[in-house]
Structure formats: structure tokens, C-alpha cells
């Protein structure tokens, strides 16, 4: 990443890889209305964890780097779809 000083939090790996797992999914298979809706996390998440994971989703949005990472027309579509996720998880989907 474009912070060499960041220090993950490894509390939260669980939830960030179920979350960018999604994010995968939808890049991959489109975000057609032919899947049924899934909750992006298990039930009874506390608010204060989705907090946290809003935070890393959007760190990793406002990191991704052009050219150094992707191509610039990939990294909109991953910012896009990061951006859902992020609108989802505040909602409470």
C-alpha cells in the first residue's frame, strides 16, 4: 500500500476477507439481479466492528494506485464496487 507505516489490525481479517470475497465475486460476475441478495456479514456483528470495517474498506478504496496497482479503468470498477460496500455496510445490508 501508499503507507509503508500502516500496522493492520488482524482482529478484523475474518470480516474484511468475507467482505472483499463479495467484492471479488461481484467484479467477476457482474452485479446482475440474477443472484439473490446476501447479507455482506454474519448476523449480530456489532456496530462498532462494522464501524471499523467501513474504515479499512474505504483506507484500501483511497489506496489503490494507478498505474502501481491496476489499470486505471480497473481501478474505477474496484472503487466502485468498494464504494457499494461501504454504502451497504452504513446502511446495515
Do not use: T
Request: charged share 20%; with cysteine; proline share 9%.
Amino acid at each position: 500500500l501508499a503507507d509503508p507505516c500502516a500496522v493492520p489490525d488482524e482482529h478484523f481479517v475474518p470480516e474484511v476477507d468475507a467482505v472483499l470475497r463479495r467484492v471479488a465475486q461481484a467484479l467477476i460476475e457482474g452485479n446482475g439481479a440474477e443472484r439473490p441478495a446476501q447479507p455482506l456479514l454474519q448476523p449480530n456483528v456489532p456496530a462498532s466492528v462494522v464501524a471499523k470495517l467501513v474504515l479499512c474498506v474505504e483506507y484500501l478504496r483511497d489506496r489503490v494506485g494507478v498505474p502501481r496497482d491496476m489499470s486505471f479503468h480497473a481501478a474505477m470498477q474496484l472503487r466502485a464496487h468498494l464504494n457499494e460496500v461501504v454504502a451497504a455496510l452504513q446502511k446495515g445490508v
